[in-house]
């Protein structure tokens, strides 16, 4: 099923019309409405009438969370604050949250934005989805929320936390959708068997996992573990939320709401586009934010586009799963180290749980990089020979990948931290 063929089946070179006209006009209310790009676009010599095609777009600057920092709070408007009907705002690593605004109209698009997904990732109008992201600031809990409304799903605002709880509104309301980060979705999991249930006591079919990162291993975990068909969702709170793109029940990449968001991909180091299917950073312009525009933002999140037809029907653009963020990858004796890659080796193995933490520290000058896994249950525990032989495979399985040698800590069934929100999974100790 696809909630609105005309846009998703659209043919390539009509997408592209549509977001040239788009742009165009986006690129003259920025100019004439905010300050910023005024000021931006005189010091580089660029005029919005020098935008003629798609690629033009390259002549314009870009915009980065700093630059919405030192604008905080208001200071992206293009409109009066009385136009605004929504504020969010994303939590920074440091200092002040990053705010966004929508007026009427962006609600709108977001909530059609939403919708498109929730239909792609096989939510339907009689689904009782169980939102489990946190309510508040954060756009992902009141963004699906909006989104499966739409379709006319019976949505319970659970919030996050309380996971026994959970578990029980979700037994006794028979839920058969939940939207989490997919590390909340395993925490459920974990929760579920310890209290001795089983997935057939559930009505589990569908899950819209996102937020952070997951490789495909860990959405077979929670396949496996929850019953359902879970689909990675992507989005960001300075564009619009979630709502950028999500995967179809095919599982081939994230459909990209094209008509709402241009994106290009550039390579890390120059900042020139990425050659054709080469992994780099996503840079996203919000073609129809009317509150706060965003022209050329620099998401800093790594991934590739695949602008071939899906065989779910639809002709969006696809983005891979992101590989990690330009900021998250390490640098460890010079070799680049993405926590996803040691996320895909770790979940291959069985007799250890989904939870892990990566820490980094520095002796001597010398990198050290340190995982720490769990056990999955308590069978092995006190057979050093088995633990031994289980610690030589995976050291040897993350050598094959990472071409580095790890020191890896095996603790037990439980113990490390979980989180109900965005997993933290990288500790970093180095003094630069
Ligand atoms: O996380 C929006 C969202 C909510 C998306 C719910 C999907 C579902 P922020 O809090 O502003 O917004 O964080 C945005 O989170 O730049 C990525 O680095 C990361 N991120 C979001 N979705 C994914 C995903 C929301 N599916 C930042 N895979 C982004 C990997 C993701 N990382």
Redesign the pocket.
Known sequence: MIYDERIEQMSRAEMRELQLERLKYMVAYAYDNVPFYKKKYDEAGVKPSHIKTLKDIEKLPFVTKTDLRDNYPYGFLSVPLSEISRIHA?SGTSGKPTVVAYTAEDMEIWTECVARLVVAAGGRKDDIVQIC?GYGL???AL??HQGWERIGAAVIPASTGNTERQIMLMKDLQTTAIVSTPSYALRIAEEMERLGYKPEDFKLRVGLF?????SEEMHAEIARKLHLLPT???????LI??GVSGECEHKCGMHINEDHFYSEILDHATLTPASDGEYGELVLTALTKKSMPMIRYR???ITKIDYTPCVCGRTTARMA??KG?TDDMLIIKGVNVFPSQIEGVLLTFKEIGASYEIVVTREDYKDKLEVKVELADDSIVGDYGALEDLSRRIRSALKTVLQIDVKLTIVDHMSLTRYDGKAKRVIDLRKY
Do not use: I, V
């Not at 990675?232 to 300075?238: A, F, K, P, R």
């Open positions: 994303s992201f954060f756009t992902g963004g699906l996102g937020s952070e990162a997951s990675d969702n992507y989005g960001l709170s300075e939320g979630p998401t800093k999140d799963k992101l963020r």
